[in-house]
């Protein structure tokens, strides 16, 4: 009995998380057939029942994608019926510091063995240069293809900013590069249907290293402020203020503002990538990266000794002493904790003994370390009132109507925002 053929994609997205899922949101608004492909079952069920999981998009706006025709599957039959598959699955370090492949190989592996003639395969997943070439195009060719001719393949780097008011993922500039012209030419047209602009590279090296570029860069420019918040505070400068002070310039500066360390999936892991590409290939290191990389980790620590001298200027020990902190995502607004300095902080206060509090409007639960997890703070105001000391990590909006200024006890802002005051230091 002959089973009824399964209809086409025009785009079948790999991997449902942060990346892939604005990625399908935008290609629907733009009218294409979407199939959302992850391997977690429990999540795709959630995603046909209209449930978001991440902070950019809502319930609404799931519910209006599967108005528009898109569907979750964890079924690879799925890529055999696409004009067009897109990667974004995870890559993360190995403990040993270098780029873990698995997830990026798992998928290509897959994709190879359910691909199409015709069919356009583009990597958006992080990566060091040369993936693409060495590790995607042999996986295709193994299967008979020949690319560039019989299936395309692209390396476009994701630059979607969670939270992000202004830029989303059809106005941000899209950036790829082809294995070969024709595949350049296929990779533009496709994302010429949901992006405003693409910007075409030489290949796809060139295409993997322009995102291991940005985030480097702005990796090594918060160490540079961070490590002038621990020079200006012994020579009694206001950071802040000269850093707003020189973004008066209209050419020649970008103001970077020091913190607590850094988070999210893109700037604490990419360097490192680029660290390891440059270390492998010519055999010697990448010491801007390196020296970044030190400087930004060492943010907690330092931020733990500066609340244990903000206790100790009030006579008390920080063992025992109420240590609130507020916000523990890495950037504000958003619930997503991805490598967020908080648990690094939150480590050094436990073993230092502190007795650890935690608010957060986007996280109920916080995990410190497997099996520690805490539970959010109920009444703010009480535990304010209570705290031994108030350490601001996340500026998210909704601390902007709290007035430090009344408050007895010290209050340490990581983040520069908060009025001044007696009671209220910085970094």
């Known amino acids: 009995m002959e089973t009824e053929q399964q209809p086409r994609s025009d785009l079948v997205v790999m991997g449902q998380g942060y990346v892939g899922l604005p990625l399908a949101q935008e290609a629907c608004s733009a009218g294409l057939k979407v199939v959302g492909f992850d391997l977690n079952p429990g999540l795709v069920r959630s995603l046909n029942a209209g449930i978001s999981h991440i902070d950019d998009l809502s319930d609404e706006d799931l519910a209006t ?18 004009d067009a598959i897109v990667i974004c699955v995870p890559t993360p370090l190995s403990k040993d510091g270098s780029p873990d492949m698995k997830y990026v190989e798992s998928a290509a592996t897959t994709v190879a063995r359910h691909l199409t003639r015709g069919t356009l395969v583009s990597l958006e997943s992080t990566t060091y240069p040369g993936t693409t070439n060495d590790v995607l195009k042999p996986l295709l060719e193994e299967q008979g293809f020949t690319v560039g001719e019989d299936v395309y393949l692209s390396f476009s780097p994701e630059r979607i900013n969670p939270g992000d008011p202004v830029y989303g993922f059809r106005n941000t500039p899209k950036v790829l590069g ?59 400068i206001d950071l802040h203020e ?53 400087i930004n980790e060492s943010m907690p620590r330092y931020v733990r000794d500066r ?96 007035d430090f200024t009344t408050v007895s006890v010290p209050v340490l802002d990581t983040r520069g925002v908060l009025a001044k005051a007696t009671n209220v230091t910085g970094l």
């Open 242 to 294: 000269v850093v707003d002070a020189a973004k008066t310039k209209p050419f020649g500066f970008q103001a970077f503002y020091p913190g607590p360390g850094v988070g999210g999936h893109c700037i604490p892991i990419d360097p490192n990538y680029l660290s390891f590409t440059i270390k492998s290939e010519l055999g010697s290191p990448f010491r801007f990266v390196e020296l970044a990389q030190e």
């Open 307 to 402: 609340i244990a001298e903000e206790l100790n200027a009030h006579r008390k020990p920080i063992a025992g002493s109420k240590v609130l902190l507020l916000g523990v995502t890495y950037k504000p607004n958003i619930a997503d904790q991805r490598e967020s300095p908080s648990v690094p902080l939150g480590k050094l206060l436990n073993e230092s003994g502190a007795d650890l509090r935690f608010h957060d409007p986007k996280v109920e639960r916080w995990t410190v370390t497997p099996g520690n997890a805490l539970q959010r703070v109920d009444n703010l105001d009480q535990e304010i009132n209570e705290a031994d000391i108030i350490v601001l990590l996340q500026n998210h909006v909704a601390y902007k109507e709290l």
């Open 65 to 82: 994608m599967r108005t528009m025709g898109y569907e979750a599957s964890s079924d690879p039959e799925v890529l055999s019926h696409a």
């Open 178 to 236: 082809g294995v070969t012209p024709a595949c350049t030419k296929r990779a533009t047209e496709f994302y010429e249907k949901i992006v405003d602009r693409v910007v075409p590279v030489s290949g796809p090296k060139e295409a993997e290293m322009t995102k291991l570029l940005e985030n480097t860069y702005r990796h090594v420019n918060i160490a540079l402020v961070n490590e002038l918040a621990k020079a200006c505070r012994g020579l009694g």
